[in-house]
């Protein structure tokens, strides 16, 4: 006996249960992928930063070699607007390096980390963060490991008077002269350049990444966790490696001044271009994470 052709294409077809577990089965799928793919795109972005910080770190070592092997010096004035700066209005961000070694890098998109907005609160404050219309960079110069501007009534480990980093201390204009490279103890372990959080003035410093709005750093900007890649951060070293590091999160008091600050990297001191390879702290509760 001949079914009817109706009957023949109903059994062709897909019953309520079936679809129930087909569309169960793409949604355990997708919960299951759309986090992998996730954590891809992100390493992807890391990876893209670490190239960025190469590039900026070999200009800047190319910088040198031409200028009596003396590291950029940092003077606190806006240079006049260049064509071609992505910058919108703000002038600040004509600081410093970022001119400085633009004729050994010639693009200025390196020095924008794919994982930082180019625009941050006005008052480059996390916790007070104000409207959105600062234009930032996502790297920083290790000016030195000095606490920051927010410190410099009084305490002689400011960020312009302790002259530890890439620059020494500020002269009577304000201008911090360039380091010498041979006063670098240990290149590969001395951070020239990293992701910072400070706004807009591409500062490294350890102030940059007070996870604490009370004392707020003033200079945190968009990094509340401190970290920007998978937990952790990259930096560039005047040897012309670069490399990412996990965020060191512990609270250390580095000058035995009362004021903690995240160590940042595995050791704070590869701020510091005069570390002698020991560690410089009162005692061994200022060592954490070093």
């Not at 890391?46 to 010096?73: A, H, R």
């Not at 400085?100 to 916790?127: A, T």
């Not at 201008?175 to 910072?196: E, Y």
């Not at 003033?218 to 990412?244: E, I, S, V, Y």
Request: aromatic share 12%; glycine share 10%.
């Amino acid at each position: 006996m001949l079914f009817p052709q109706r009957n023949r294409a109903a059994q062709a077809g897909f019953t309520l249960i079936e679809l129930l577990v087909v569309i169960a089965i793409i949604a355990i799928l997708a919960a299951i992928l759309f986090p992998v793919f996730a954590q891809a795109r992100e390493k992807a972005r890391q990876t893209s930063c670490t190239s960025n910080m190469k590039q900026i770190g070999l200009g800047l070592l190319m910088y040198v070699q031409d200028y009596d092997e003396t590291f950029p010096c940092v003077t606190g004035q806006s240079y006049p607007p260049v064509a071609g700066i992505p910058t919108d209005a703000q002038t600040w961000v004509y600081n410093d390096i970022l001119v400085l070694i633009q004729p050994y890098v010639k693009n200025y998109n390196v020095f924008l980390c794919p994982d930082r907005p180019q625009h941050v609160g006005s008052h480059g404050d996390f916790c007070n963060p104000g409207p959105t219309t600062q234009f930032v960079w996502g790297y920083g110069y290790n000016w030195s490991s000095g606490y920051g501007p927010h410190d410099t009534a009084g305490n002689p480990h400011n960020l312009w008077d302790i002259g530890d980093g890439c620059v020494l201390a500020a002269r009577a204009d304000g201008t911090l002269p360039g380091r010498a490279m041979a006063g670098v103890n240990f290149p590969a372990s001395f951070i020239t350049l990293g992701d910072t959080g400070d706004t807009p003035r591409q500062t490294l410093h350890t102030a940059c990444f007070d996870t604490r709005c009370n004392p707020s750093s003033g200079w945190n900007a968009d990094m509340p966790t401190g970290a920007r890649h998978n937990g952790g951060n990259t930096f560039a070293f005047a040897d012309g490696h670069a490399k990412w590091y996990k965020l060191n999160a512990n609270l250390v008091d580095p000058y035995n001044t009362g004021v903690s600050t995240p160590a940042v990297v595995p050791n704070r001191y590869w701020l510091s271009a005069t570390w002698d390879g020991q560690k410089m702290c009162a005692d061994a509760t200022n060592c954490q994470g070093l």
